[in-house]
């Protein structure tokens, strides 16, 4: 597939490079010279420099001639204009990065008044959500959601006096029912591999199971966790995203500071937030988190814009009596180097951006792909198409790529965990998790017979 790419960010970048080894051909537009070298010298793909608002930029990119168009520059402005244009070369698919939040909630406007995108993604509403996901979850140090949240993806750190420690996958019925979740991955000396029933679970493997949403809480106990509801959380730094994350924190009746350097900012928060408590001042002077009560805070969420505060302040925090603390940190290269540092998750905006594009060009009827921080690996939902490759056959009649593994199958509203005799319907929803070498041919399978 012909590609455009506006943007050669960490989301252009990133989408870039993932979709050429995809084997699309990519034509990226950006008028930063520092990126355009950076992506010349690192990925095969066609490179223009200059103003994609400009419409021979967008026919040197080869506009006339792609099937989609994905505007990712940090100006909403720039990527409403550029989709805009493509509309005029008929280009089929149109998707942009907004950020503002009132371009991008419930209402069409962007549709209504013309913009002709097809597809709106806003980094920052998916960061909040995201955030609370891992709030709701205790212990969880990835949360992704499938089916609109009724089967959910967790990645837990398994304590060393876990119960489950030690034991084969295939022993964890003796502990609880493993028809109601199943271990698709497990992370483990910074490789991640798909378990089999003889794979035995060790201290400190960071493991990620999908679960019914409704068994989650029975699950817990297996890495030693109860569903306690969480009361109060800190937050360093006043932007659209810790507002939102504030908001939706006062309406869980969960208590809430945010700490922040600068005074018009801190009189912002607290003329939009409603019971909020705000604190001017650094979330690197001792004071100021004690006056926070660090000490019973359940979370501490580092998201202002400096990352070297975020994540000191977050060291601060936790050696003062924070559970947990959360970082946000905008370089993809960060989120490995960081998480070997003592910061108990780490959430990364462009990642998860670049994981909500994706599902938007995969072959086959896709309804959701989500990226792993640490890893290449894909967690990705398909509904099965009548004349997919896969539709209609036992799952022991397919020969599933080697590291690649389906975690379950959606079948009238609920979660069933595969096994070899598991019929693939068509119209079901199936949810696969698969490392980088296996995401094509996992594709394969859920497209066209005749592909």
């Known amino acids: 597939m012909k590609i455009v790419v506006v943007g050669a960010g960490a989301v ?29 010298e690192k ?59 009132e371009l991008t909630d419930d209402k069409p406007i962007l549709h209504q008044n013309g913009f002709h995108i097809d597809h709106v993604v806003n980094p920052d509403k998916i ?6 996901d891992i709030i709701g979850t205790p212990g969880a140090i990835y949360v992704a959601d499938f089916t609109g949240g009724h089967i959910l993806l967790r990645g837990f750190d398994v304590p060393a006096d876990a119960p489950i420690v030690g034991k084969k996958l295939s022993e964890l019925k003796e502990i609880e029912s493993t028809d109601s979740f199943l271990i698709v991955a497990i ?24 679960v019914a949403k409704e068994v989650l809480p029975f699950f817990l106990p297996m890495v030693n966790r109860r569903a306690d509801e969480v009361e109060k959380v800190v937050i360093y730094g006043v932007n659209v995203t810790s507002l939102e994350l504030a908001r939706k924190l006062e309406n869980q009746k969960i208590d809430v500071t945010i700490i922040e350097p600068d005074k018009e900012k801190t009189q912002e928060a607290a003329r939009v ?21 660090i ?30 603390v959360i970082v946000l940190t905008e ?34 009827h896709t309804l959701s792909v989500v990226k792993f921080q640490r890893s290449e690996a894909e967690a990705m939902e398909f509904i099965v198409d009548e004349d997919a ?44 998790f698969a490392l980088p070498n296996a995401i094509e041919k996992v594709q394969s399978l859920f497209s066209n017979k005749r592909d």
């Open 331 to 364: 370089d993809p290269a960060f989120v490995p180097i960081i998480n070997t540092l003592g910061v108990d998750i780490v959430v990364n905006p462009r990642l998860v951006t670049v994981g909500s594009i994706l599902q938007h060009i995969r072959r086959g």
């Open 187 to 210: 992370e483990r000396n910074e490789q991640m591999v798909i378990p089999t029933g003889e794979t035995k679970l060790q201290p400190h493997d960071n493991i990620f199971v999908l």
């Open 127 to 132: 960061t909040v959500n995201s955030i609370l």
């Open 389 to 432: 490759k896969i539709a209609g056959k036992r799952l022991r009649e397919i020969t599933f790529p080697q590291g690649s593994i389906i975690g379950a199958i959606v079948r009238e509203g609920a979660m069933q965990i595969p096994t070899g005799n598991s019929l693939i319907n068509p119209g079901e929803s199936v949810i696969v």
């Open 43 to 101: 990925l095969d793909v066609s490179v223009v420099a200059g103003n994609a608002t400009t419409p021979s930029i967008l026919e040197d990119a080869g506009v006339k001639n792609a099937e989609m168009l994905l505007a990712v520059t940090n100006s909403d402005e720039v990527n409403m204009v550029v989709c805009t244009f493509a509309h005029s070369y008929n280009v089929r698919t149109k998707i942009a990065r907004i950020r503002n939040p």
């Open 295 to 324: 000490d019973i805070s359940d979370f501490f969420v580092a998201l202002s814009g400096n990352e070297q505060t975020n994540f000191l302040s977050a060291l601060l925090a936790k050696r003062f009596g924070a559970q947990k």
């Open 273 to 293: 937030l409603d019971k909020t408590i705000v604190l001017q001042g650094n979330a690197l002077d001792i004071d100021i988190l004690k006056e926070a009560s």
């Open 12 to 40: 252009g970048y990133n989408l870039a490079r993932q979709l050429s080894t995809e084997g699309h051909d990519i034509s990226v537009i950006e008028k930063d010279p520092d990126l355009v070298e950076r992506l010349t």
